[in-house]
């Protein structure tokens, strides 16, 4: 099957930076979009980043020109470089990937997977 690991979560002050990481693993014959969504304590999960097959990226518009999400598709990896992080960028985030697959019956499938999810926590 396929596998979403993040990495790279942590605490850090007001104003520092976090880079996170993203690699899906497994039967991949193909990954379209990749993406990051954060999910705060009491608030629904949102968008932060995307970026598609072709490079074409999509930002929250409270992360736009501080964060920055790119990709290593020869590493299905997806990443999100984090700057002047603000105390309500704190949230678990997440990385998903919309991907073709061999699944368990031998047949290529399309379907979206989600990581484990990584803490980031913003405070002084």
């Known amino acids: 099957q396929v596998q979403l690991v993040e990495s790279g979560g942590g605490l850090v002050r007001p104003g520092g930076s976090l880079r996170l990481s993203c690699v899906a693993s497994g039967s991949i014959f193909r990954i379209n979009a990749m993406g990051w969504y954060r999910q705060a304590p009491g608030k629904e999960r949102e968008l932060v980043a995307a970026?598609?097959?072709?490079?074409?990226?999509n930002y929250a518009d409270s992360v736009k020109v501080r964060f920055t999400i790119s990709r290593d598709n020869a590493r299905n990896t997806v990443y999100l470089q984090m700057n002047s992080l603000k105390p309500e960028d704190t949230a678990v985030y997440y990385c998903?990937?919309?991907?073709?697959?061999?699944?368990?019956?031998?047949?290529?499938?399309?379907?979206?997977?989600w990581g484990q999810g990584t803490q980031v926590t913003v405070s002084s």
């Open positions: 970026i598609d097959s072709g490079g074409d990226i």
């Open positions: 998903n990937a919309d991907l073709s697959f061999l699944a368990s019956d031998y047949v290529r499938r399309q379907n979206t997977f």
